[in-house]
Every structure is written in C-alpha cells, then in structure tokens.
C-alpha cells in the first residue's frame, strides 16, 4: 500500500500515509475508512480528545428531507451505517457505543412547505415514507397544534402572536430516521475502530503550517515547532476549515467557500404529562422554523431552522466566539415550540448550548481534492453532516484513494456505490469549484 500511494521519496519522518486535521466525527470516520484501506494514518486535534469540537454539541439528528437527491441519497445510505453502528465499528470501546434512537421524524407539511421538494426524492431514492393527514397527526403526535402561522417572525413582532392563519397539509412521517444517543462517543467509537485497524490519533496538537514542495503536500507543522512528514493531509477542521486552507494557499482557488456560523440549541422540558422522551420523535417545523428531538431525562431539544426574520451571527475566528446562550434566541425557539405545543411551559432556566457551524456557500459540504496535490478536504458540513459522517468517511476514502492512484476525478468525477442501498453517490456533487447549487434550502436542511 504505501508504495502505491506514496507519491514523493519517503523522508526519516515519514511515518504516516495520510495526516488528518481534525478529530470530530468526520475526521475520525475519514481516518477508519482509509485505515481500513492499509493507510498509516494520523489524527491532528488540538482539543482533548475525539468528538470535542463542534461535534459534541451536534442535535446528531439522523434524516433525509435534504433539497437534492445527492442529498437524500447519502443521508439513506447513513441510516444503515447507524441502524448496526457496532457491526460497523467492529471493534471495542471501554466506554461503550453510542446508541441509534430509531425515533421517526415528522417533517410538517404546509403549502408550498420543504416536502414539496422532498416527496418527488424520496421515491426517487426508495425512502420509506408515511404521508399522515391532521388526523392522524392528532393520533400519532397528540401534542402539536396543526396552525399555520405564515412566514416565520420573531416574538417581538406583532404577528408572532396572531391566531394561526391556516392548518398544517399533515406530516410526512420516515420510520428509519431518529438521532444519536451521544454524538462525541460515536466519534470516540469511530477514534477506537480506526485505532484497531492502525490508525493513530493525537491531541493537544495544533497545526501551524501545512508544508509543500513542487505543487504538492510535504506534511505539516505543529505550533510547537513538531514537523511531521506525509504525502496527503485531509482537511476536517470543521468551523476551522477556512483557516486550514488558507494554510495550504487553496483557500482562493476554490470556488464555494466556507465560513464559521453561531448557531444556538435550547433544551426545555416536556410538559407535565407527556414523554416525549419515549413518545416523541424528530420533527422539523418550516412552518415555525424550528426543529426538535427528544432529549434524556424528558426533555427536548430545540433547534432552529435558520429563518430569514433572525439575525445570523458570522463568526471571523473560531477559537473566539459568544457561546453563552442569549435571551433573545431563547425567547425565539422556545416560544416558537410553544406556539406548535401549547402545553409546554417556558422555563426560567435558559438550558442549551451555543457553538458554530462550518457552512459552505450553498449549505452542501464539499468533499474533494484540491489544486494542491494530495491536500484534501471534508468540510462545509453546513450543520447538517453528523449523519451522514460514516458514509463521507468510506466517500473520502474512496475519492483520496482513486485520486492517489492517478484518477483525474476534476474531470471524470468519483462515483461511489454506497455499502447499505447500492445507491450511486457522484462525487462531483460535491465538488469544490461548483456553481452555488440553486436547489438547496439555504438552510441547515442542506
Ligand atoms: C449546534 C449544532 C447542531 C447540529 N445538529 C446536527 C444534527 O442534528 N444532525 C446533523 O447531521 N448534523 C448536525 N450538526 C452538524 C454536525 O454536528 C457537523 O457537521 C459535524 O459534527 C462536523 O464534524 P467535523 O468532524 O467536520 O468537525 P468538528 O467536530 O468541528 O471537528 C473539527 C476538529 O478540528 C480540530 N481543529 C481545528 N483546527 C485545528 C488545528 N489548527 N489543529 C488541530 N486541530 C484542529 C478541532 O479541534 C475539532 O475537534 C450540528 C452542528 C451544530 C454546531
């Protein structure tokens, strides 16, 4: 293997076939598949351990009402990936593996709503699916109200408060969806099965610099002066995604770009009476633009849908943001949540948390090569790739091996067949230097 792939003469340092920045769930399922592949690999973070980025504040929903069918297909390809996570894995972790809670998800329809988009890719892709009208909605899920309040405003608008206009189309409702038990051990899971196939990872390590000689990458440099040699560096720095390009001078030539974005998640609990727990499921509200999910303890988890009535929060450094969660947010989905559940209370306590997301110019990440040679990158996850890590993880791998092995994939994109569904994934999709995909959402619905 490391004949093949080795592209330059091996230098004294060079112990490892591929360096990874990042250890979050992406760069940790990256570093299992290309283990798997016989690549001596190594993982860069500067935090503590794996899962510590954005990562461990992620709702790790498990979905596929994305905008694009390249965009359903691999998220129902995820869903075998967590439907049988230890079969995946194959390997130990003393701390256990993170648990798929096969909940269900309930996208709302409304006039005009996201399904429209959805329901034509859902048969086109084969994802099982219910469409339930208000009357089975008042069956299955008793405790959402089915008005429809326009386009989404803010709790100090006159309008927020307004009697609803009109009534919800019904829910598109998916079976195999649900969310991750615990998004940071999945990646400690994914950080021990790369490990069992070779992989090493290392942390409290910073990059400084990624080194290049002739058009091609050498290696990388540590904060602490620590060089270490390697042919290919894949870039899974997550919010930080930017920085590392600009690192490697790639930044520029790539036509979609990324950037780091505040995003707030509240935590209430259910009102008295309901668990939500076990009686609820993933729902996402275009209608009031927020999305929830049952959370232990009975609680739920609010999102938002990232409306245009709010105010985004781009963030110029990442290590150097607000994470403390603000009242106005918290008004907003919390009182969003009670106009579709009227039972719950507004607790005083403002629980949840606050961190960024790495979005890309058209909410679709980007999983490529780059002009440097053997620079890769798995980025511009757009707060929406924590599902479909395992399957960017084999894509990446097949996409870095190809490319080693002398595929143009510029020219003559990747395409991957994925390991659960057969569905072909074009790796073009994905690419770098495409124009701004107009069918996305522009959303964290990808
Ligand atoms: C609040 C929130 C909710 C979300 N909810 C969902 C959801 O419900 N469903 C879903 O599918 N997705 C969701 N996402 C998105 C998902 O969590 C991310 O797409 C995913 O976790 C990104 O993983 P990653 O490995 O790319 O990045 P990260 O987990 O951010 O990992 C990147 C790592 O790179 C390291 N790093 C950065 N710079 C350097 C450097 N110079 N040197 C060394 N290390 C470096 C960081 O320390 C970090 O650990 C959510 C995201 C957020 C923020």
């Keep these: 293997m490391r004949d093949q792939i080795r592209m330059s003469e091996p230098t004294q340092n060079q112990q490892y076939d591929a360096v990874i920045v990042g250890a979050g769930i992406i760069g940790a399922a990256v570093a299992f598949e290309l283990a798997k592949k016989g ?38 390809e995820g869903f075998g990936y967590w439907k049988d996570w230890s079969g995946y894995l194959d390997s130990d972790d003393e701390r256990g593996h993170a648990i798929y809670m096969q909940s269900g998800t309930v996208l709302f329809m ?101 080194r290049q000689a002739d058009g091609r990458v050498t290696g990388i440099t540590l904060t602490d002066g620590t060089q270490i040699d390697t042919p290919i560096v894949v870039n899974v720095a997550g919010p930080h995604s930017f920085v590392i390009n600009k690192m490697a001078g790639v930044y520029d030539s790539m036509n979609i770009k990324t950037r780091a974005l ?27 633009a927020i999305y929830v999910r049952p959370e232990s303890g009975n609680n739920i988890l609010i999102g938002s849908e990232d409306p245009p009535c709010d105010p985004q929060v781009w963030v110029d450094d990442p290590d150097d943001y607000d994470n403390v969660v603000s009242d106005e947010q918290w008004n907003a989905q919390v009182l969003r949540l009670a106009r579709r559940m009227p039972s719950l209370g507004v607790p005083n306590e403002k629980k949840g948390v606050v961190d960024l997301y790495d979005v890309s110019d058209d909410w679709i990440p980007i999983y490529d090569r780059t002009d440097l040679a053997g620079f890769y990158v798995a ?68």
Aim: hydrophobic fraction near 30%; glycine fraction near 10%; include cysteine.
């Design 39 to 76: 690549y001596r690999t190594l993982n860069v973070d500067k935090l503590p351990t794996s899962g510590y980025g954005s990562t461990s504040n992620s709702c790790a929903i498990v979905r596929a009402h994305y905008s694009t069918y390249d965009g359903v297909a691999m998220a129902y």
């Design 110 to 210: 409304l006039e005009g709503g996201h399904h429209e988009k959805v329901l034509p890719l859902f048969d086109q892709v084969g994802v099982p699916y219910e469409v339930w009208d208000n009357a089975t909605m008042a069956e299955r899920v008793p405790f959402f109200e089915h008005g429809t309040h326009g386009d989404p405003t803010r709790p100090e608008d006159d309008r927020f408060w307004a009697e609803p206009e009109g009534e919800l189309v019904g829910g598109l409702y998916t079976p195999d969806s649900g969310y991750v038990s615990d998004p940071q051990l999945a990646t400690h899971n994914l950080q021990r099965a790369a490990e069992a196939k070779g992989g090493t990872f290392t942390f409290k390590a910073e990059v400084a610099e990624v």
């Design 262 to 288: 505040r995003h707030e998640v509240h935590h209430v609990p259910s009102p008295a009476g309901i668990d939500f727990e076990s009686d609820g499921l993933h729902t996402s509200d275009s209608d009031l």
């Design 379 to 446: 980025i511009g996850s757009s707060g929406n790739q924590f599902k479909n890590a395992p399957v960017a993880g084999y894509c990446m791998a097949e996409l870095i091996d190809a490319v080693e092995k002398g595929h143009d994939h510029d020219a003559d994109p990747l395409v991957v067949t994925g390991l659960f569904t057969g569905l072909e994934m074009n790796m073009g999709f994905y690419r770098r230097n495409r124009e701004i995909n107009p069918n996305s959402s522009f959303s964290v619905n990808g």
